[in-house]
């Protein structure tokens, strides 16, 4: 299993990216999928999250600017990010938690994280 994000780069404050990661691999159901991010000399936090029932959370930081969704039929989450802060300066990582099999043997509930995509908000 693979998550493959992409959609970072930079932005001027007050603008927007979107942000795109899809699952690869024999995939059973994602349970979950979300984004994190990492500034540098920080520790990595929860940006948002979506559960399979499609019920959201976000950190009281994106609320009101930030937006996931998600595409369940091409197992991709999607964060919407509008009103960008020069603060929004971060490694961006997606995170799935899903059941897969993975060389012939199911795994349940198992924690995949993409490569990481950096996001840069100027003032």
Do not use: H
């Amino acid at each position: 299993v693979q998550l493959q994000a992409s959609g970072g780069g930079l932005a001027q404050a007050g603008g927007s990216l979107r942000l795109s990661c899809e699952a690869f691999g024999t995939i059973l159901s994602i349970n979950a999928m979300g984004w994190y991010r990492q500034a540098p000399g920080k520790q990595r936090e929860l940006v948002a999250g979506i559960i399979s029932g499609g019920s959201t959370n976000y950190a009281d930081s994106a609320k009101g600017r930030f937006t996931i969704s998600r595409d369940n039929a091409k197992n991709t989450v999607y964060l919407q990010m509008n009103s960008l802060k020069p603060e929004d300066t971060a490694v961006y990582y997606c995170n799935a938690v899903l059941d897969a099999v993975v060389a012939g043997t199911r795994y349940y509930g198992y924690d995949y994280w993409g490569q990481g995509t950096q996001v840069t908000v100027s003032s």
